[in-house]
């Protein structure tokens, strides 16, 4: 509820109540510049250590799937001859191959970004532990 005062030098104040002050400060802090505090920081890097790995990996499971899916096609719908089906056959050995490398390949990524922040990482943590 919303209380108006007028005091003698003619001026005009406006107060909130609770409810309403508190409603004002979440629209407020929606518009103000946030600050990152140092475990958002610590939190983003450690999120930003994995995000080249998964591409990676998320790029040759797809690659991989899409080649098994064509050598699969080779072998049961275009199955004119014995160099399809053969081709076919050796192109999903390839996209299993491709699957199969995607995992690993997701785990040495990481490890090098990991590597390459650790000291931010350490020095962050550290600071927090303090």
Do not use: H
């Not at 890097?45 to 990676?56: C, H, N, R, T, Y």
């Not at 690659?63 to 192109?91: D, E, K, P, Q, R």
């Amino acid at each position: 509820m919303a209380d108006y005062v007028v005091n003698k030098t003619e001026s005009f104040e406006f107060t909130y109540s609770a409810k309403q002050q508190e409603e004002v400060e979440r629209i407020r802090s929606k518009y103000l510049p946030k600050e990152e505090t140092k475990m958002e920081k610590l939190i983003k890097l450690d999120k930003q250590a994995e995000v080249p790995g998964q591409i990676a990996s998320i790029a040759a499971g797809v690659i991989g799937t899409l080649l098994l899916g064509l050598g699969m096609t080779c072998t049961m719908v275009w199955n004119t001859s014995i160099g399809v089906f053969v081709a076919g056959i050796l192109i999903g050995l390839v996209g299993i191959a491709v699957i199969g490398i995607a995992y690993p390949l997701y785990i040495n990524i990481t490890k090098k970004e990991r590597a390459k922040i650790a000291d931010q990482i350490i020095a962050l943590s550290e600071e927090l532990s303090l």
